[in-house]
């Protein structure tokens, strides 16, 4: 094993690190895997040798994108990065008064979020959006604890506002219903971005307690996004969202393959454009089984065939 500049690691070329991870590359652009994501809005800039999504907000350096992507902390980055080749010893940050007084933190805070979203409200653009815009199901809201905000919010406990208002709070979980992050869907009609994750986080698939409740023989439907994935489940569909293939953890992959009950099969509308229908083909390389089916003419998504009126 080499000891190596930390430098050198940072300079390696984000766009190759971002292929070798599987991130489809074009034109310094790719479809953000960090929320659900229909036109590229992920831009990397090679002469800073960074990253940033123009819509969820999403930014950082070479070892940043690793650590995000790959759901990872520093070390683990750097050791995929060179192919565990090299040794080295992270940098202590220096510590400010103002540190050492506050103890910031700026890791994501399932704690501090949990405070979030412990009593749910739904405010009235809340209830505009997922009501009279979307026409979800208020039990689906419930199940899914979808709460809302109207001012600005932090996403950690000292830290400045992150989740824009007015927005919803959408809580991701694992099967057991642990939380793993808060996604902010901004409802506003300012240019701000319209989906945020705390920094750090990665986290897959949604509405993962489903898989909980699924019996031999169930119908699992998988949609794009939240949005989409609330219309099945009011629909009486259960239902999962995974906004792109990459997106995906190697433990979501597993639970789709091997941790379903016996019988259980996947379905899919896959949206009526290119990147809805590249999602479908890209699924159908990890789940052989998956089996598409036809929206409504006219319709873009199962979330406008819901607002039209489909109940299938």
């Known amino acids: 094993m080499q000891n190596i500049d930390l430098n050198e690691i940072r300079a390696m070329p984000i766009e190759e690190v971002a292929m070798k991870m599987g991130i489809e590359v074009g034109r310094h652009k790719a479809l953000c895997p960090f929320h659900q994501d229909r036109h590229p809005s992920l831009h990397f800039d090679i002469k800073r040798n960074r990253y940033k999504c123009f819509s969820c907000g999403a930014s950082g350096n070479v070892i940043d994108l690793v ?7 520093f070390k683990e980055a ?4 060179t192919n565990g080749s090299i040794q080295f010893v992270e940098p202590k940050p220096q510590q400010t008064s103002y540190d050492k007084e506050k103890k910031v ?3 994501v805070d399932t704690d501090y979020l949990n405070t979030l979203i412990k009593n749910p409200a739904i405010n009235a653009a809340a209830s505009h959006f997922l009501y009279d815009e979307r026409k979800i199901d208020p039990r689906i809201v419930k ?6 905000i109207s001012q600005p919010t932090p996403c950690w406990r000292w830290g400045k506002a992150f989740y824009d208002a007015p927005s919803l709070l ?14 902010g869907r901004y409802m506003g009609k300012e240019d701000k971005p319209r989906f945020r994750f705390p920094r750090g986080c990665q ?11 699924l019996k031999p023989g169930d119908e699992l439907w998988i949609a794009e996004g939240p949005s989409d994935c609330w219309a099945l489940l009011s629909a009486g569909h259960k239902a999962v969202a ?3 293939a990459t997106s995906l953890t190697k433990a979501d992959i597993g639970l789709l393959r091997e941790g379903l009950p ?3 099969s996947l379905h899919m509308y896959p949206d009526n454009d290119e990147p809805g229908m590249k999602l479908f083909e890209d699924l159908k390389r990890w789940f052989p089984q998956l089996k598409g089916h036809v929206l409504p003419e006219g319709c873009k998504d199962f979330g406008e065939a819901w607002r039209g009126g489909i109940r299938n």
Do not use: A, F
Request: hydrophobic share 40%; proline share 6%.
């Open 67 to 73: 650590m995000r992507y790959m759901n990872v902390g």
């Open 78 to 81: 750097v050791e995929w990065m």
């Open 105 to 107: 933190d700026v890791s």
């Open 143 to 148: 199940w899914c604890g979808i709460s809302s």
């Open 170 to 183: 959408i809580p991701y979980r694992d099967v057991d219903g642990k939380l793993l992050s808060v996604q």
């Open 203 to 213: 986290v897959g698939m949604y509405n993962k307690p489903v898989i909980r409740r």
């Open 242 to 244: 995974i906004p792109s």
């Open 262 to 264: 016996e019988g259980v």
